[in-house]
């Protein structure tokens, strides 16, 4: 049993926004007590480039856990080949009304219905700013989530302000249309709306990668409530555009056959989206569908639902070229990442591969 496992009872007695909050204001006044965790073990079966870009290793932290990106040095020290930071918007906005966070402990999932609550972007690049400056720009990849203001009259401006202010601040930008907590954000996910902000962001980054001289790589983070024709359409959208890539997926509005706990009422438990172990199989069945659907053609990370390393090599083998977690961060602590990487290196050793992107998709292949 580790540290984190000890006090995690202690923890737990908090309200769970309230115990987030501390967790990160904590580990930005002292975020050299990570370095006692520092989790750097590389194993260079795991190493892969993709964009351009070299990853260690592919478990990344999804975006969520750190919105504002206030704490981006202690993470950098749990071992991720890959952080992402947000969702931020243009405009601060204190999202939804609370409480509104719930932890299911019996499922080690947790409702969510923030709401993009966040400090707005000017905050979230003087934080981004400082802590490459205070690393000398010696950083792990760094993926910007971006997303639109609740009440914005434009939603594509909204995106486009965010291209223009992060493209040189980070490796990739997650663009979020998929979170169930802001009203009409998953209508981006239709075709037509789609298609139209497309054009808009490739045609604003056709602009800045000539002043900047770099291609920015611009992901699409989607629902795993789509219906298969909606799932047919992105994909076909996602090849006509030679996307960069897609990460499948964001929470789901289903509760997935799960009771509901005794001490939250209806309201609390129907409303909101759900993440951790619950959403892992329908996570990966969209995850797989999709690397069919684009033919392996489009880069996808595989995101919901994983806790451990079987999880993580089942997403890989269904088409992921990279993992993120969340929700089992918080439930096992910053052991989670190091103990992933360790197991995955020897499935990957058991199964004779020698490289993590031999096994992109060999499940989802062999379905098709």
Known sequence: MNLYQLIRPLIFKLEP??????????????????????????????????????FTNPIGLSGGFDKNAEILFPLSKFGFGFIECGTTTPL??????????FRLEKEQAIINRLGFNNLGSEVFL??????????????????????????????????????????????????????????????????????KLIDALLEKRETLSTKYQKKLPILFKIAPDLTLEEQEDIAKIALENNLDGLIISNTTTSRLNITKPHKLNIQDFENGGLSGTPLFDKSTMILRNFYQLTNGKIPLIGVGGVSNAKQAYQKIRCGASLVQIYTAFIYEGFSLVEKIKKELNQLLIADGFNNIKDVIGVDAKENN
């Not at 760094?142 to 939603?155: H, L, R």
């Open 126 to 195: 003087k934080n981004i700013n400082n802590f490459y400056k205070k690393n000398n720009n010696k950083a792990p990849t760094i993926g910007i989530n971006i997303g639109k203001n609740k009440d914005s009259q434009d939603n594509i401006s909204d995106y486009i302000l965010l291209l223009e202010k992060f493209f040189n601040h980070c490796q990739y930008l997650t663009v979020n249309i998929s979170s169930p907590n802001t009203v009409n954000l998953r209508s981006l996910q239709k075709k037509e709306e789609l298609q």
């Open 92 to 101: 601060p906005q204190i999202g939804n009304e609370k409480p509104r966070i």
């Open 17 to 54: 926004e309230t115990a987030h909050n501390l967790a990160i204001k904590y580990l930005q006044y002292f975020p050299h007590f990570a370095t006692q965790f520092s989790y750097q073990k590389n194993y260079k079966n795991l190493a892969n480039k993709l964009w351009n870009i070299d």
